[in-house]
């Protein structure tokens, strides 16, 4: 399996735009977790989905931010309208629920909202 | 609320010092317990887990963590750091109740060579 693919790897756009952040799991994973990175805030949690069903989006910031996942294999996060506080990295990640699993991360979404 | 802590957010040491990470997690149940590394500009990478057996487990690159259930603790240790150690160190649960996954804030190591 070639692990958590996240695209695209780096995004740069005008605040005011809609930017979409894709994430393909490890197959056979029910587990799906997106995350945010900052300097200031570290790394946070923004939504979990289990089974394609989001269970915990407490963490996502504001309506601006929104999560799905239509299938197994594809999960997006999108953010409308941008602005430069959402200047961060997003890191998606997969995992079995259960005991003895341990979740696997993709390489991160480096986003830039100028 | 459960919740997973590290003391330190920040750790400076010399190269071929010895190295301990604290992490304490606040529940009563079965866990599973993780050392993630994130080196500079990297995503995060198991370094090392714990689900069942002996407490003291080997990871990759000399690392070793002891889980103490009494103390509530899964600290990562090595016995001499090198200069490519430099990362963050996160620790994280999983809990048997929910299988929750649960982080702690992250150490930030550097290494002076």
């Known amino acids: 399996d070639a692990g958590v693919i996240q695209s695209p790897r780096h995004e740069v756009t005008e605040m005011g735009q809609e930017v979409t952040l894709r994430c393909k799991p490890i197959?056979?994973?029910?587990?799906l977790f997106w995350y945010r990175q900052t300097m200031m805030r570290g790394l946070e949690l923004l939504i979990y989905f289990n089974n394609n069903v989001p269970i915990d989006d407490s963490g996502m910031p504001e309506d601006r931010f929104s999560a799905k996942m239509p299938n197994a294999s594809f999960s997006t996060l999108k953010i409308q309208p941008s602005e430069p506080r959402d200047s961060a990295v997003y890191f998606c990640?997969?995992?079995?629920?259960?005991?003895?699993?341990?979740?696997?991360f993709g390489q991160g979404t480096r986003l830039t909202v100028v | 609320a459960q919740s997973v802590s590290q003391h330190n957010h920040h750790v400076i040491l010399s190269e071929a010092a010895s190295l301990e990470l604290g992490c304490n997690y606040s529940?009563?149940?079965?866990?599973?317990l993780f050392w993630y590394v994130q080196y500079p500009g990297q995503h995060l990478q198991l370094l090392l887990k714990y689900f069942s057996g002996d407490p003291l487990v080997k990871g990759i690159k000399g690392f070793e963590a002891e889980f103490i259930k009494s103390k509530f603790s899964f600290n990562l240790r090595k016995p001499s750091v090198q200069w490519s150690d430099t990362a963050e160190y996160f620790c994280a649960v999983i809990l048997d109740s929910n299988y929750q996954l649960i982080w702690g804030a992250g150490t930030k190591l550097i290494i002076k060579p």
């Open positions: 529940y009563g149940g079965t866990v599973n």
């Open positions: 990640a997969s995992s079995f629920r259960g005991r003895n699993t341990e979740a696997f």
């Open positions: 197959s056979g994973h029910n587990s």
